[in-house]
């Protein structure tokens, strides 16, 4: 059994020229610092951490990473920014077996069509507000997750 905790950045400043360099509020610090918190006290020891490298993700990855008690490196990648739910499957498919539990940081709507991909939900179901987070376990290996064989075990959203 395989846990995928996908987390959606935090809230960020206003769109500028550079969507990719956006950095998080004082909201969205705060969303991120409770979704780590969430994390490490009720989900799951994270093995691995795989975020977008836009800043609004890098930052809530980080953040999170810290407070979930997650001291191991966080492997970013460009690929998550503005993915399709086919780059999205590739990502997952390329974790390495040995992790066990995996968060993944990045943007709507790829997130939010990945997770109703994966659990077979609705887009509502599986909705992702900044700093939220949804659960869903995976009875396959990594590289062969695909449509419906996930369980949306949960899903959360910070105050």
């Avoid at 951490?49 to 970013?76: G, H, K, W």
Wanted: hydrophobic share 40%; aromatic share 6%.
């Amino acid at each position: 059994m395989k846990t995928l905790l996908i987390l959606r950045h935090g809230k960020a400043e206003p769109h500028n020229e550079d969507d990719k360099d956006r950095s998080l509020t004082d909201k969205g610090v705060r969303e991120a610092r409770q979704a780590g918190k969430k994390i490490g006290e009720k989900l799951a020891p994270v093995d691995l951490f795989v975020a977008s490298d836009a800043m609004r993700a890098a930052q809530t990855a980080r953040i999170a990473a810290e407070a979930a008690s997650y001291m191991a490196p966080i492997d970013f990648r460009d690929e998550i920014y503005d993915a399709s739910l086919t780059d999205l499957i590739d990502v997952i498919h390329s974790i390495p077996e040995s992790a066990q539990t995996v968060v993944l940081v990045g943007h709507n709507p790829g997130l939010e069509e990945l997770a109703s991909y994966l659990t077979g939900k609705s887009y509502d179901e599986c909705a992702l507000s900044t700093g939220a987070l949804v659960k869903i376990d995976l009875p396959e290996d990594w590289a062969t997750a695909s449509k419906g064989k996930g369980n949306l075990a949960g899903r959360w959203s910070p105050m």
